[in-house]
């Protein structure tokens, strides 16, 4: 399980399946991605999320979300993060590990200031680059902006030094790299993928049921 902590206006959003108990979440295996910060941002009147990972602030941006979305918002965010990733020039490896540590997201309340901090100026950075660059924030994937955020420094409260999203993530996946095994959760069809594809893959695009765990 993946805890994001959600602020009470995306709570308020989220179906009952995906906010389970106290109890439930502490009896859940936890990812060794860590946990994450969400919001729901209303952009151009359509529901937007985005998420930060709470160690690396590593963003992870959804745009245009309609209400059946929210019911499986676990696939949205699998593949808003390997393509984020994708984006951000994440070895294979890097990629493998973070596939393998994917697991369903338990959205909770018990918000950081810092964290929330984070959350609310890359907000007002996606409101800036949208209106600057005249975007349509429903024809857009959100990959490669994610990277954008992603690659510039952040500052943490109660730390000295400035960090860099991009590189403390990557940095965090090989570290997490020998810890787990890459295959633990891949299907024999899924390996054979991996080993044969069928048909040319485009090298921009993560094909997530290559990736995806079994949940």
Same mark, same amino acid.
């Given at each position: 399980?993946?805890?994001?902590?959600?602020?009470?206006?995306?709570?308020?959003?989220?179906?009952?399946?995906?906010?389970?108990?106290?109890?439930?979440?502490?009896?859940?295996?936890?990812?060794?991605?860590?946990?994450?910060?969400?919001?729901?941002?209303?952009?151009?009147?359509?529901?937007?999320?985005?998420?930060?990972?709470?160690?690396?602030?590593?963003?992870?941006?959804?745009?245009?979300?309609?209400?059946?979305?929210?019911?499986?918002?676990?696939?949205?965010?699998?593949?808003?993060?390997?393509?984020?990733?994708?984006?951000?020039?994440?070895?294979?490896?890097?990629?493998?590990?973070? !596939?393998? %540590?994917?697991?369903?997201?338990?959205?909770? &309340?018990?918000? +950081?200031?810092?964290?929330?901090? /984070?959350?609310? *100026?890359?907000?007002?950075?996606?409101?800036?680059?949208?209106?600057?660059?005249?975007?349509?924030?429903?024809?857009?994937?959100?990959?490669?902006?994610?990277?954008?955020?992603?690659?510039?420094?952040?500052?943490?409260?109660?730390?000295?030094?400035?960090?860099?999203?991009?590189? !403390?993530? %990557?940095?965090?996946?090989?570290?997490?790299? &020998?810890?787990? +095994?890459?295959?633990?959760?891949? /299907?024999?069809? *899924?390996?054979?993928?991996?080993?044969?594809?069928?048909?040319?893959?485009?090298?921009?695009?993560?094909?997530?049921?290559?990736?995806?765990?079994?949940?």
């Amino acid at each position: 399980m993946i805890q994001i902590h959600a602020t009470k206006k995306l709570l308020a959003k989220m179906p009952s399946q995906t906010t389970p108990g106290t109890e439930d979440i502490l009896a859940a295996p936890q990812s060794k991605l860590g946990s994450w910060h969400a919001n729901l941002l209303t952009i151009q009147r359509r529901n937007c999320l985005l998420f930060v990972h709470d160690q690396t602030r590593f963003p992870v941006f959804i745009p245009a979300l309609t209400k059946p979305h929210f019911a499986i918002i676990d696939r949205f965010f699998d593949d808003a993060l390997m393509n984020t990733l994708l984006k951000c020039d994440a070895t294979q490896e890097q990629l493998d590990t973070a !596939a393998v %540590l994917l697991q369903p997201l338990a959205f909770v &309340g018990g918000t +950081d200031r810092s964290v929330l901090g /984070t959350l609310n *100026q890359l907000g007002q950075d996606i409101d800036h680059i949208l209106y600057v660059d005249s975007l349509n924030v429903s024809e857009m994937a959100g990959y490669a902006l994610s990277s954008s955020l992603a690659d510039r420094p952040c500052h943490v409260k109660g730390q000295k030094d400035y960090i860099w999203p991009k590189d !403390a993530f %990557l940095e965090l996946l090989d570290r997490l790299s &020998g810890e787990v +095994d890459l295959n633990s959760s891949q /299907t024999d069809d *899924q390996r054979a993928l991996l080993d044969s594809p069928s048909e040319p893959i485009a090298d921009n695009v993560v094909m997530l049921d290559r990736f995806r765990q079994t949940k």
